[in-house]
């Protein structure tokens, strides 16, 4: 009989010792999938953190370009100011003429030979009909057959 509590202790031995080896290799097995998840996600997060320094250096970037754009427009926009608006030339003082001289003076005589139409207006003392005080198209209110 002896024997038989023997085989027994240790047929339970073996049975727990199973079901412990199983739960630790299961918390391993879940502990090693963490960790790799971990890891995974680690390196997604340092990806996006490179993809955002990316992108915001670009748009540095862009910016300054922009912004050296933008100078020069001004530079420009300065420098033609300055050489079409506020620099004063002799031709400015002079009569611009882009007409040849026989031209210029023909029309400077026939100017003064113009006989102008001065405009008349008309005096008009009825309002149109539009906007006089009775009924007319759409509106009109249709009188009934007698």
């Known amino acids: 009989m002896e024997y038989m509590y023997a085989v027994a202790w240790l047929g339970t031995g073996l049975i727990v010792g199973a079901v412990i080896a199983r739960l630790l290799t299961l918390r391993q097995l879940n502990q090693h999938k963490l960790k790799l998840e971990l890891e995974e996600s680690q390196t997604q997060l340092q990806q996006y953190r490179q993809d ?8 540095n970037q862009l ?14 926009i300065a420098d033609s100011k300055m050489q079409l608006v506020e620099r004063p030339t002799e031709s400015v003082k002079q009569d611009i003429n882009y007409l040849s001289g026989d031209t210029a003076a023909y029309i400077r005589q026939s100017l003064n030979q113009i006989d102008e139409k001065r405009r008349v207006y008309s005096s008009a003392e009825q309002q149109p009909l539009d906007y006089s005080g009775e009924a007319s198209g759409l509106i009109k209110e249709r009188k009934p057959a007698q």
């Open 52 to 59: 955002v320094s990316a992108h915001l250096e670009t748009t």
């Open 63 to 76: 910016m300054t370009q922009l912004q050296d754009n933008y100078a020069r427009i001004a530079r420009h």
